[in-house]
């Protein structure tokens, strides 16, 4: 009797990816936008490579593409209750836990915004790929506005330090009926804080730490990535 040959389904995404179909191209337009927030200082004192990097955005209709391992994604009780309620607005937090995660991040353009989407896709284990997705644009008085979803958004300050690009959130906003509303720390994740860090070449460190006034580390994130033109 022949065995039967089990034919196993591929693993299934949360939601869909939006750069599945476009062409990846590691090039870009000049975006002098981070630059201009920065200050011409600061930014001087950014590693050549980080300065690349965030000296371009991507062409409309085309897909800038970064991948790597994310080596640790740690999440404490607050930190998941967080990322699971999060869900109902967007997909703004990992909602798993993981160990060298592969993961691809892929920018794009969006026009609606006049900003950079990012897509950053988890391939966590037993099958789960999650996409944890979000738009940095200027806001009306200049300054970086990470928008969220659902009228969710964050203000960020930029900042150099030993030449990487550091982001941290200053504010939790909430957008409705025409106005805008501030957020309680207390009723947020926490501070958030992103840094990009140079290794070497193409390679770089990506590391996400949140911090709430009372609960401490909720969230944390750290992994290494290159830039990745090959084919999907």
């Known amino acids: 009797m022949k065995a039967q040959r089990v ?11 939006p750069c599945k179909k476009l062409p990846i191209s590691p090039f870009g337009v000049i975006d002098t936008g981070y630059r201009g927030i920065l200050g011409e200082p600061a930014w001087a004192r950014l590693k050549p490579e980080i300065r690349q990097r965030f000296s371009v955005r991507p062409v ?10 994310m080596e640790r994604v740690e999440l404490s009780l607050m930190g998941w209750i967080f990322a699971q309620a999060c869900r109902l607005i967007g997909t ?14 892929e ?65 939790y906003l909430l957008s409705i009926a025409g106005r805008t509303i501030r957020i309680p720390a207390l009723l947020t994740p926490g501070v958030t804080t992103v840094t990009h860090e140079q ?12 911090d709430h006034p009372l609960l401490g580390r909720t969230i944390f994130q750290d992994g290494e990535f290159y830039s990745d033109v090959s084919e999907r």
């Open 7 to 17: 034919r196993r389904s591929p693993p299934q995404s949360d939601i869909r990816n």
């Open 60 to 69: 409309a209709g085309q897909c800038v593409r970064y991948a790597g391992v």
């Open 92 to 105: 703004p937090l990992a909602p798993y836990r993981g160990k060298n995660v592969r993961m691809q991040i």
């Open 107 to 171: 920018l794009v353009w969006e026009q609606k915004l006049s900003g950079v989407t990012w897509n950053r896709i988890y391939h966590f284990r037993a099958g789960r790929a999650f996409t944890v997705r979000s738009t940095k644009s200027r806001g009306r008085c200049g300054e970086l506005i990470e928008h969220i979803g659902c009228g969710f958004s964050m203000r960020l300050k930029l900042a150099e330090r030993r030449g990487n690009l550091v982001f941290t959130s200053t504010a």
């Open 199 to 210: 290794i070497e070449g193409d390679r770089f460190r990506f590391s996400l730490a949140v």
